[in-house]
């Protein structure tokens, strides 16, 4: 399962809350993943603009921000990591990730703590 935008035009992050071990030590515990993140429709150029096309528009920002949400509130995760190639990591850095000091392809990003009812209700379940 994932989320996208209605109409099929966007897709693909998914938070993985117990994803196998990866590599790196820094990416254990409560750390979620996404493993990828597609906005499909056609392809636009870095910096270009196509009122018909998908790309730049956002979605893949707000995709990342529900990963995010879906992260610290559903599976209690306090990092959140994304599996980056050298020619994404600009736009991770700009959302807010930093690369893994490992050196192992992931960026990592601290989440904020939950601060409202939804944390007080975690401890009632002794979680």
């Known amino acids: 399962g994932g989320f996208g935008v209605d109409g ?4 693909g992050a998914v938070p993985r809350g117990s994803a196998p071990q990866p590599p790196s030590a820094s990416l254990r515990g409560r750390c979620s993943m996404v493993r990828e993140l597609h906005v499909y429709g056609a ?3 870095v910096g270009g603009r196509d009122e018909e ?5 956002g ?8 990963a995010e949400r879906i992260a ?3 599976h209690r995760s306090n990092r959140m990591a994304v599996i980056s190639g050298v020619g994404t990591r600009g736009y991770y850095r700009r ?3 930093e690369l893994c000091a490992e050196g192992s392809g992931y960026m990592l990003k601290e989440l904020e703590p939950l601060t409202d009812d939804r944390a007080a209700g975690w401890g009632a379940w002794g979680l």
């Open 8 to 11: 099929g035009s966007a897709g």
């Open 43 to 45: 392809a636009v150029g």
């Open 53 to 57: 096309a998908q790309q730049h528009r």
């Open 59 to 66: 979605y893949g920002a707000l995709l990342m921000e529900e």
């Open 72 to 74: 610290r509130e559903e």
């Open 95 to 97: 959302l807010g990730y």
